[in-house]
């Protein structure tokens, strides 16, 4: 990037009237491009004469800047298709700039950053303040100035700081398989435009991929879960996949799973409707809201999706422990436990799984925000991008201590949704019961059974998720950052 501001845009450090110098910036830009000297820049010129500048350009933002500047549709640029597109792009940043610019005195600050982000509801304190500023400032003065601000953005498709929040928000779009996480937090434009719907389906057919691809480690969680109180001899992990293939063959590592993926749309759906009733509620007549009022909202609206959805955790439970033949499908599954066991055997173990709520959503948030923060204080430097690598590494260690904190309370509710169709269980006992029964039998670490094939699927469900998702916005239509 310095290369690029040094090389190209010198002469463009100029008064806006001086349109004849910022065209032979152009020109001097598209003559180093154009490696052939054809007339014409491709993909491939493009993308190797940036980078020999410092500016790595994504997939995404190469076929946007062709898109936008290819009048023909070719897969290459001409000068006048190729200025055309800096002279719009350098409009659309012009606009964006003043709108920052609150006191317009010609330069953005850090406390112009926090108030645009209070605006779109995000609140940033003035440290994470610089650091946005520090990615974008040349000359060390902690402010930004117009040719900052353009050379900065020139060869990216943000046109506005709302880009930049997407390194700063909690995403948790990728999935582990767990359905206590906070809501994903979307701007007012990503609702106006659409793209906060095309995110929650590409992470939910994500979350359908990852899930049925570790839907195997899944079943055998539950089963180590729930047999180890009832069996003599523990269960491990050989012998839980030992059991599962001669009781049901192979098919068998995925019962339970139709009912995981089927539950993930609704679930999906009613935390993010619920999440801002809740922020709105919080509110009131204020325009944002504040952290802890975002973490309550989150949490409650897990709650609310998680008791109108949660008969379809217990059929989960029930189809992941049926023995061949035992069940025709969801439905018949779903008549036969309201027939033996009435209407109430749906929120068998709800009392646990909301309890879990809260430990796992504070715990998952703070560690996650103190990785990344701890990352970004010590390793970047000037930039205010962690990066896509660091983010998933800070999502993924945050979400399994998060899981490790409310582990006890899943174990107890998958137990409790179990019980009655379990041969030789005993009488149904009640959470803390359960709690007391299992302490004494095994020990504190019969709280934790299953917690090793719980823990051996995060990765792969991340990496999993991870794939799935990328190609699917780019299906939609979604642009990278």
Known sequence: MELVRGFVFAQANCKEGRDAEREMSYAQLFAKLDTNKDGQVDVKELRQGLRAMGVNLDTSTEQKMFKAGNADQEAQLNFKEFSNYLRDHEKKLKLTFKSLDKNNDGTI?????????????????????????QSIDADGTLTVDWNEW???????????????????????????????????????EEKKTGIWWRQLVAGGMAGAVSRTGTAPLDRLKVLMQV?????????????????????????????????????????TALKFTTYEQYKKLFAGDRKTVAPHERFMAGSLAGATAQTIIYP?????????????GQYGGITDCAKKILKKEGLIAFYKGYIPNILGIIPYAGIDLAIYETLKNTWLNNYAKDSADPGVLVLLGCGTASSTCGQLASYPLALIRTRMQAQASLEGGGHPQNMVELFKSIVAKEGVLGLYRGLAPNFMKVIPAVCISYVVYENMKSTLGIVSR
């Not at 269960?235 to 089927?262: A, C, H, P, T």
């Not at 379809?312 to 061949?324: C, G, I, N, P, Q």
């Open 109 to 133: 600050d850090a406390s112009e950053i926090v108030e645009s982000l209070k605006g779109l509801g995000m609140h940033i304190d003035p440290q994470q303040a610089k650091k946005i500023l």
């Open 150 to 188: 353009r050379d900065h953005f020139m060869f990216n498709p943000a046109t506005s700081i709302e880009e930049i929040i997407h390194f700063w928000k909690h995403s948790t779009v990728l999935d582990i398989g767990d359905s206590l996480t906070v809501p994903d937090e979307f701007t007012e």
């Open 227 to 267: 047999h180890c109180q009832i069996l003599t001899n523990k269960m491990n992990m050989y012998d839980g996949f030992k059991q599962m293939l001669k009781e049901g063959g192979i098919i068998s590592l995925w019962r339970g799973n139709g009912m995981n993926v089927f539950k993930i749309a609704p679930e």
């Open 312 to 324: 379809m955790e217990v059929l989960k439970t029930r189809l992941a422990l049926r023995k061949t």
